[in-house]
């Protein structure tokens, strides 16, 4: 049996996936109540913060059809309130009629994800490579690249619940120099090489922003430093006063979700090699393996000098579980003879 394939984003963002340990975590709220039942009204705003919460960490791992998948559940509510790990009430102020604090709802990630599998709820906590943002536009016979005077780069962008991280060009005579208009709207490589590598950034999402007649044409398209393409993601038209930023930002972290899903209607197995030097590397590998979310178990079946074999039963396909281990720093192949090797990578 052959056991991988390895599709385009697997292939694609191999080597430059971001580990995030905030993807489950929540903030604190600050909360004041003047004149009212200070019991009553903690209780009520101590709700309202346990919704906010788990509603951010939904809307961070969940696509758009599967949040609506799960918002379609009966009984939401009483399961929502069995993942709350704890709460955390920080610079109390309390007295005859008033009640400040900072507080803070933390979720159980592990009862998070068994409740997800339970409802068939597929979601990604893969966090994205960085990309770099490039834009041009057309707009009145004046065209506009890495400049001041684009309209694109003259947005605050400020993104919460988003898998997918960005930076921006400094849009100085340099970047002009690397890679002027005509070169990125003509897709040219080697401009795209070069401004990749100065950034050190392997992706590049390129937007071309055309204004007319009333209407934005918004091409989204993707370069990669490793496959010296570029690839045509989607193209939107926007009415002229849409805050189109916004919605082109929610496309794209949705698009990276849907493409990095675990989906825990599917359960698949596979043996392999765990190759380490001492028993420390050997617990380090299996400790990284157990800490995706995917794993359903990592089982010891035979034990050698330098050479363990495991049994990896997992939530998703393999294409997952390679991107999964790659992104924790573990190399996995498929050898001549078919057979799975994890090892730490190099």
Not at 168 to 177: E, H, K, T, V, Y
Not at 312 to 330: D, P, V
Request: with cysteine.
């Amino acid at each position: 049996m052959k056991y991988f394939f390895i599709s385009f984003f697997l292939y694609f963002f191999y080597s430059s996936v971001i580990i995030s340990n905030d993807i489950y975590g929540t903030s604190f709220h600050r909360i004041e109540i003047t004149n009212e039942n200070i019991s009553d009204a903690k209780v009520r705003e101590i709700n309202k913060i346990k919704i906010i919460s788990i509603e951010n960490i939904f809307d961070k791992v969940l696509t758009k059809s599967e949040k609506n998948k799960l918002n379609k559940l009966d009984n939401l509510g009483q399961s929502l309130e069995y993942l709350i790990k704890n709460i955390i009430i920080e610079n109390e102020f309390i007295s005859t009629d008033i009640y400040k604090a900072d507080i803070k709802i933390n979720y159980d990630k592990d009862k998070i994800i068994n409740f997800f599998r339970s409802k068939k709820i597929n979601y990604s906590d893969i966090q994205s490579p960085i990309f770099l943002i490039v834009a041009t536009e057309e707009k009145a016979l004046t065209y506009n690249g890495l400049s001041f005077n684009n309209s694109f780069y003259n947005y605050d962008i400020i993104i919460e619940n988003n898998l997918v991280q960005f930076i921006f060009p400094d849009l100085s005579a340099n970047d002009r120099f690397i890679s002027p208009y005509n070169k990125i709207v003509n897709m040219d490589l080697a401009s795209l090489i070069k401004l990749s590598n100065k950034y050190q950034s392997n992706h590049i999402f390129l937007i071309y922003l055309k204004h007319q007649d009333n209407i934005i044409f918004l091409d989204l398209n993707l370069f990669s430093l490793k496959e010296k393409n570029i690839t045509s993601i989607q193209k939107f038209k926007f009415p002229i006063h849409t805050n189109y930023h916004l919605k082109l930002y929610e496309f794209i972290n949705n698009w990276w979700k849907m493409n990095n899903l675990i989906d825990n209607s599917e359960i698949n197995q596979i043996m392999c090699e765990i190759q380490n030097e001492n028993i420390e590397e050997l617990y380090l590998i299996n400790l990284k393996i157990n800490s995706l979310s995917q794993i359903k178990s990592n089982i010891v079946n035979e034990i050698k000098f330098q050479k363990n074999n495991n049994t990896i039963i997992f939530y998703g396909n393999y294409k997952m579980l390679f991107y999964g281990l790659s992104r924790i720093n573990l190399d996995i192949k498929i050898n001549k003879s078919d057979q799975c090797i994890i090892k730490l990578a190099s």
